[in-house]
């Protein structure tokens, strides 16, 4: 069985343009259908194609019905290698396929850290391919029981190659179940826009997508545990999260 997957500053995440990109992205998705093909996990060579996998977002071309002339060609082959509900599932992430980089990552282990937090149980509920899990120190994964959500098909398999030692859920958020006041830690980078998830657990609170995230989250995370998220300006500043905000206040005791 293959190890973690470990980002380091060396490793160049995202490289070059919208083009390269796809490219990347089409050469992981290759790599991904022929190693569970032959029913192994990947290699460590294997594993740092798969990391180069950043998803559609901003990549939004490929899926045009009437690509540009010098997009034809990759746009041709997302649709050649990817299955039906694959290439639906891809598409529907678009507006949320943004990874996040290293050094973003980095502070946030920084700040944790400095609030004394060194390992438990952390829960990635939007993990993407799992940068948040490649970047955590060390140590800090020595001593930690880790469990990632995420929604796509194709990152979701691939975040199962990259992070084999960990648990990793290849479903959305809303229909894992995960047990309450449960996680020492949840952290993420959380998908956000003008829609909202059915659940009906939560849809008295009629919340948007990054909302929902924290709504949902804060109940799984134990009493005295951490969420560390990084959302848009909507969670804090919109008229219509106004009493969102009082709700984190009163659910998360800040």
Not at 27 to 33: E, G, V
Not at 82 to 90: D, G, N, Q, R
């Amino acid at each position: 069985m293959s190890e973690n997957f470990r980002i380091t500053q060396d490793f160049v995440l995202a490289s070059g343009g919208a083009k390269t990109k796809a490219r990347n992205n089409l050469a992981a998705i290759a790599l991904l259908k022929q190693i569970e093909a032959e029913g192994r996990t990947a290699s460590s060579d294997e594993q740092m194609v798969l990391a180069q996998y950043v998803g559609w977002g901003g990549i939004s071309q490929v899926f045009n019905p009437t690509p540009d002339r010098d997009w034809q060609d990759l746009a041709s082959q997302v649709k050649e290698i990817l299955e039906p509900a694959e290439y639906s599932s891809a598409f529907e992430s678009v507006l949320n396929a943004h990874y996040t980089s290293f050094e973003v990552i980095r502070e946030i282990y920084e700040g944790l850290d400095h609030l004394g937090f060194n390992g438990g149980r952390i829960l990635e509920p939007s993990m993407g391919v799992g940068n948040y899990l490649g970047v955590m120190p060390p140590d800090m994964e020595r001593r930690s029981e880790v469990t990632g959500i995420e929604l796509d098909s194709i990152t979701g398999r691939i975040g199962k190659q990259l992070y084999p030692e960990h648990e990793i859920y290849v479903q959305g958020f809303e229909k894992s179940a995960l047990p309450k006041d449960t996680f020492d830690l949840a952290l993420s980078n959380v998908p956000f826009g003008d829609y909202k998830i059915g659940d009906p657990e939560y849809n008295d609170l009629n919340l948007q997508v990054h909302d929902y995230f924290f709504a949902r989250s804060l109940d799984r995370v134990r009493p005295g545990g951490l969420v560390c998220f990084i959302t848009s300006t909507g969670t804090m500043q919109s008229k219509s999260g106004k009493g969102f905000t009082h709700y984190i206040g009163l659910e998360a005791k800040v």
